[in-house]
């Protein structure tokens, strides 16, 4: 029978761009099921992106573009930074897909034909940034706001109609299903659940009408399906919906083998709302949900606003590569529990671990076989017959290589890839401590060359077999260190724990594989690192997605009105933190342009200024006003400098 496996990260919500939170769970998504392809499971695995809701419907009013436009610049970005991660997903999955949406219609009708949707008015509170309904127990209050204690903002009054699900119907399958061994990790999750649906559930609320950008309710098209049960059901979506989950072979057992990896946060709406929209829609839940904590950057938590815990996984791995920052989120934290970002913990583990440990094991070993030993093809042990004792070194070896292997294995099943390379670890220490043992050097100048071969056989086997064990954190390390050894047909696989001799391969010129940086080039490259923003790039102002690059004619350009245009007024838009309402001086004529730059300029600071104006774009309406065209400004997510001219100008003149 095949082996399966499944693993899924969430559906990362696009209100932003890939920061060090959704790298992490992507990587331990990614590490996991390179390691169950590796032995040879049929593996899939599942990220994507997560664009419907009243959150990214008014972020894309406010900047001025449509919600579809908006989601395809963020989902670029995360496409381009995951390709440049090396993450090896088998779907990238969106909720605005054809297919997904399908599936979303098809959950709905599953569980209305068991009775399990009513019609109701709703007057509740709800949080527009966790897309979820708050309960007195929910909030905290202060200075008489009652405030959602993540987003720490104040939360909303909602009063309309909306659809139903019988949630409470399922408390007692719910605490059930939890007793399923391994079905929550790790077990303080588990009892934490256990402990929310003791309280008490209550029906859900799965359908608003106040909000247009989402997926429409069968049959009532004034209500939009509630967003986490859109998001959820991408899950069964990428199989190809409920029905052939329950149907297909493949799609069937695939889901008996799926685990959810998310982050605490959303450990309510993956342990509780979602088993319970399986279960009434007549598909078995999945084998489990895996809960990890948070990352924190010196101790606080990951957010837009401290630039201090901005930590943009791109620079990093453009100074250092992507597998050592893979190495360390993986090495570094043990997954369940909390663990906190340094960027000099880093450059310590990329010293010590990669470095010191196993880029000078393989570069001792390639160095020495090709000047020891006038390099050689097929490297053997020539020095023993079949059944002849081992030496009390190889013997040491080889001992450590097969416990290293089976301890490995077991953690990596074991959803603790931190552990697994801590095994792995121990295999190479112990590599470098055999060629200290043994001094090949020594036998080389006693002219012992058959001696001499079997003891870099045995070193290179350790580092095939390391490279093939660190494969799942680090598949582009691994590559080249199988290639310096000659064994690139090996990346990929995981090792066998019979030893059984080095099996040849032609050893190429030794190169380091984590050059060593230097004390002072480490704080030059911290110091660019928080300061440094992501990419520059021309943007409208009024936008935060960064769109994908495409050539265009030159007649297309000509089609853009662009002007220079004067600021006479500027002034902050009610109930809003990024935008501006500007009125511009075209050489006469008046126009009116919504901006999301609030954060970078005030008011005051435009008056007088000639700005870029895109002149000719189509009129948008923005909390009540309408917007005339755009200006131009340079930056990404974060608004770096509006753009401007060297010179005066006269307002109204043609930019070309």
């Known amino acids: 029978m095949a082996d399966y496996f499944y693993v899924t990260t969430p559906i990362y919500y696009v209100n932003a761009v890939p920061h060090l939170g959704t790298f992490y769970t992507t990587i331990v998504a990614d590490a996991l099921a390179r390691y169950h392809r590796a032995r040879g499971a049929d593996t899939y695995f599942l990220t994507g992106t997560d664009e419907h809701g009243q959150k990214i419907e008014r972020m894309a009013q406010e900047l001025g573009a449509s919600p579809q436009a908006y989601c395809d610049g963020i989902v670029a970005q995360f496409k381009k930074t995951w390709e440049g991660m090396g993450v090896s997903y088998d779907r990238f999955i969106r909720t605005t897909d054809a297919d997904h949406h399908a599936a979303v219609e098809a959950m709905w009708r599953r569980i209305s034909a068991n009775g399990d949707i009513y019609l109701a008015d709703y007057d509740a509170m709800y949080c527009v940034g966790c897309e979820g309904w708050k309960t007195e127990e929910d909030v905290v209050e202060v200075d008489g706001n009652k405030l959602c204690p993540l987003h720490r903002r104040p939360v909303e009054r909602v009063r309309e109609q909306n659809y139903f699900f019988r949630l409470s119907k399922y408390a007692d399958k719910l605490l059930a299903l939890y007793e399923r061994p391994g079905f929550i990790r790790p077990e303080s999750r588990k009892n934490e659940v256990t402990e929310f649906v003791k309280s008490g559930l209550r029906d859900l609320s799965i359908s608003r009408t106040s909000v247009k950008w989402g997926i429409p309710v069968p049959n009532d098209p004034k209500h939009v399906v509630y967003v986490w049960l859109d998001a959820l059901t991408n899950y069964v979506s990428a199989l190809g919906g409920p029905d052939r989950v329950l149907t297909d072979p493949r799609s069937q057992a695939l889901w008996g083998a799926c685990t959810h990896l998310i982050a605490k946060d959303i450990l309510r709406f993956h342990a509780v709302y979602w088993p319970a929209f399986l279960l009434s829609a007549g598909l078995p839940p999945p084998k489990g949900v895996f809960c990890h904590g948070y990352i924190t950057v010196k101790g606080q938590k990951i957010s837009k606003s401290i630039p201090a815990t901005r930590v943009d996984p791109n620079l990093v791995a453009g100074a250092l590569g992507a597998d050592t920052l893979r190495y360390f989120v993986l090495r570094e934290y043990s997954l369940g529990g909390d663990g906190d970002f340094t960027y000099e913990a880093l450059f310590q583990r990329h010293e010590s671990d990669l470095g010191n440990d196993l880029g000078n094991l393989v570069n001792r070993t390639v160095s020495m076989a090709c000047t020891l030993s006038d390099g050689f093809d097929a490297p ?8 002849d004792p081992l030496s009390e070194e190889e013997l040491l070896l080889r001992t450590a290589a097969a416990e290293a292997t089976r301890a490995a294995s077991k953690a990596w099943d074991d959803f603790q890839p931190s552990r697994a390379l801590e095994a792995t670890w121990a295999m190479i220490r ?8 043994t001094a090949p050097w020594k036998l080389k100048k006693a002219g012992k060359t058959a001696e001499l071969r079997d003891i870099l056989a045995n070193t290179c086997e350790v580092i095939r077999r390391a490279a093939m064990m660190v494969a799942p954190a680090m598949p582009a390390a691994a590559g080249e260190i199988l290639r310096q050894i000659g064994r690139e047909p090996d990346l990929g696989r995981w090792p066998v724990e019979d030893w059984g001799g080095w099996p040849g391969g032609k050893l190429c010129e030794p190169k380091p594989i984590f050059p060593r940086v230097e004390p002072d080039r480490q704080k030059e490259l911290i110091a660019t ?22 050539e265009i004619a030159i007649e297309d350009f000509q089609k853009l009105d662009l002007r220079a245009a004067k600021v006479v007024q500027a002034e902050a838009v009610p109930k809003t933190e990024k935008l501006l309402k500007l009125t511009l001086d075209l050489g006469g004529e008046s126009r009116t342009v919504v901006t999301g730059i609030a954060g970078a300029y005030a008011p005051a600071d435009l008056v007088g200024r000639t700005v870029l104006y895109f002149a000719n774009l189509k009129p948008a309406k923005i909390r009540g006003v309408i917007s005339q065209g755009m200006i131009l400004a340079a930056g990404g997510e974060n608004v770096l400098a509006l753009c401007s001219f060297d010179r005066e100008v006269p307002a109204g003149a043609k930019v070309k």
């Open 380 to 387: 053997h042990r020539s020095g023993y017959s079949a059944g």
């Open 430 to 437: 112990a590599g470098n401590v055999y060629l200290d043992r």
């Open 529 to 550: 690192w928080l300061d440094q923003t992501p990419p520059v790039k021309v943007v409208a102002a009024a936008s935060a997605a960064t769109q994908a690059a495409v």
